[in-house]
């Protein structure tokens, strides 16, 4: 069985159901529709951060390149006056980023701890320049997508992108199945060599596995991830910009992440939610946000050690 | 590119090198005392800049707002340190990165609160308003040697405290072997708040020299946060002399950059750093 944990079970049953009737509550309206959809854009960008920092062990503070990239990537590739297949796109813009991830990762991967931290950053931080410097791309104003891909699959049109409804369906479907894929991947000979590299390299080497080589594939497969999140949200409100890949993309979403509670698949959702539960509700309580905001997240840091995730399966665990 | 131009852009590249200095020594000082890793480092900049705007512009003298700003500063040091940066000793770096970003979040919300999200800017004083002619057309601003001087003033006596006194003593034992530093019988505790405390004022010190220089804007922390993350990181992590040397290394190519390669300009320093770091991944003085 795929979920073993009760609490894991627990959030699917519970979650997906839940978001699948979600339009039905809120009933066309769409400015809600748009912002759970980017909700959910942004759980999955999480989750591919979640792999990497929760599973391999590996922190990075410039996952938001690869979020921008997926957009720029589009940009760069799709002709500006017809419409392209999505799903064939989606397949160019993983494997471009793949390929990106492959030379970013072989080079930051040589490092470890903080200075990854710090070596990440500075790589995001030399696309995030090369885009808002070009005249090319807009600078940092960005660019404009102006037309939606289409959608068919053997010749069936699945969703309407310019309809509100079926772009949150199209998000919500690659959630749960980027949800599915993390897992498959962790529950198999490879997930559980990545879960060894992340305890303790040096016996993992000493078995004879070759812990670059591991390393090197999940940053790739969660940098592809990562450039899909980012290509959804350029769907999304038809735009790309350079703040998709600034370094506060990146602290947000491990802000989100240690909020929900890393290493268990679905904190990655919680934290996002909460995230921005928060936020929409600060923000409407006062102009200055920030400052609750931020307090909100240095209590959270103080007192909850495990995130949201960790907090339930306390609760979970002292039940049974 | 002329000599005397070539000679101005030099002289632009140390000044910019030195404050750079000033504000990566405090960061690399707590990491490399501490293990504190503080994004929030780059806000005590952008505070020391407001501070002396504020003051400036009620007191009308620069020396008395910087010495208030530095007190101020100072005095946030020691506080953040009691409350919160004393919960970070034995976590992770993943929880020092969200604690100092909660930090930052509050930083910039009480600078809007307090001061306006307005661009804000004060003259340079009058006794430093003159420039030095250097040819028949060219000129150099005599504040921005009075910056460089007092910098180069600042790091020797960093380089001072650190290798000829007793606390300086404390905090290279502390790099080396806390443990062993808190047997002796020193008050560790202590040692940290001092160390933290001085990194802050040191970076506000820099935010106030830069006052007159820049428009004080709200964010101006977190950009000279990440290009003392670049410093830091070339330099070694931890190591004075290694962020000395990158700051200017750091100040100096930039400033060249943006005359030489316009379009690529601000990516020059990060491609420095990949450089640097594939060479030798542990940053030039590193132990």
């Known amino acids: 069985m795929l979920f073993q944990k009760r609490s894991e079970r627990l959030f699917i049953w519970i979650f997906f159901p839940l978001m699948l009737m979600m339009p039905l509550f809120l009933d066309g309206n769409i400015f809600y529709i748009n912002k759970l959809s980017s909700i959910l854009i942004f759980a999955l960008f999480v989750m591919s951060l979640d792999y990497l920092v929760g599973r391999c062990g590996l922190i990075t503070l410039g996952h938001a390149m690869f979020y921008g990239l997926g957009g720029y990537i589009f940009y760069i590739i799709a002709p500006q006056n017809e419409a392209v297949n999505f799903w064939v796109y ?44 070009s005249m090319e791309f807009g600078g940092i104003d960005g660019v404009f997508l102006y037309l939606k891909p289409e959608t068919s699959f053997l010749g069936i049109k699945m969703f309407d992108l310019d309809n509100p409804t079926h772009f949150y369906y199209l998000c919500l479907f690659s959630l749960f199945n980027t949800l599915v894929f993390f897992k498959v991947i962790m529950a198999s000979k490879f997930g559980r060599v990545v879960d060894a590299t992340r305890e303790n390299p040096e016996r993992t080497t000493a078995l004879g596995y070759n812990v670059f080589v591991f390393r090197l594939a999940s940053y790739v497969i969660a940098s592809a991830l990562g450039a899909y999140a980012g290509y959804l949200f350029s769907m999304q409100y038809g735009f790309v910009n350079p703040s998709m890949l600034s370094w506060q993309t990146s602290g947000t979403a491990l802000v989100m992440l240690i909020l929900g509670g890393m290493g268990s698949i679905y904190g990655a959702i919680l934290g996002t939610f909460a995230y921005e539960g928060l936020h929409y509700f600060f923000e409407h309580l006062t102009e200055h946000w920030m400052l609750f905001m931020g307090s909100a997240i240095i209590l959270m840091v103080i007192l909850l050690k495990k995130g949201i995730a960790g907090y339930i399966e306390k609760l979970l665990e002292k039940r049974s | ?183 002796l019988g020193i008050n560790i505790s202590r040692l940290y708040t001092i160390v933290f405390a001085i990194g802050v004022m040191l970076a506000a010190i820099a935010g106030v020299l830069s006052a007159p220089m820049v428009s004080i804007v709200p964010g101006m922390g977190e950009h000279v946060l990440i290009a003392c993350f670049v410093v830091v990181v070339i330099g070694g992590m931890g190591s004075i002399k290694g962020a000395f040397v990158a700051a200017l290394l750091v100040g100096i190519v930039d400033t060249f950059a943006a005359v030489l390669l316009p379009s690529i300009a601000s990516m020059v320093v990060y491609i420095l750093m990949a450089l640097i770091l594939l060479v030798k991944p542990k940053g030039l003085f590193s132990n």
Not at chain 1, 98 to 118: C, D, K, P
Not at chain 2, 97 to 107: C, E, S
Request: net charge neutral.
């Open chain 1, 90 to 133: 989606t397949f160019y813009i993983c494997v471009i980023s793949a390929a990106i991830a492959l030379i970013v990762g072989f080079l930051v991967l040589r490092t470890s701890g903080i200075y990854m931290i710090m070596i990440t950053l500075a790589i995001a931080q030399m696309f995030f320049y090369y885009f808002s410097d």
């Open chain 2, 1 to 183: 590119m002329t000599t005397s131009l070539f000679f101005i852009q030099l002289i632009n590249g140390l000044q910019y090198g030195l404050l750079l200095f000033l504000i990566a020594s405090g960061l690399t000082l707590v990491f490399g005392v501490m293990g504190i890793l503080n994004l929030a480092h780059g806000s005590m900049y952008m505070v020391g800049a407001y501070l002396a705007w504020y003051f400036f512009t009620h007191t009308d003298s620069f020396l008395l707002s910087a010495i208030i700003s530095a007190v101020i500063a100072l005095s946030i040091g020691i506080l953040v340190e009691r409350t919160l940066i004393r919960q970070l000793y034995h976590r992770n770096h993943l929880d020092q990165v969200l604690l100092t970003i909660g930090m930052i979040f509050v930083f910039n919300a009480l600078q809007s609160l307090l001061w306006g999200n307005d661009p804000q800017g004060i003259k340079v004083p009058d006794l430093l308003s003159g420039s030095i002619p250097l040819t028949d057309t060219l000129s150099y601003p005599v504040y921005r040697i009075f910056v460089a001087v007092i910098c180069i003033l600042l790091a020797a006596a960093l380089y001072y405290t650190i290798n000829k006194t007793r606390l300086g003593m404390l905090i290279r034992a502390g790099e080396s072997n806390r443990e062993m530093v808190e047997c």
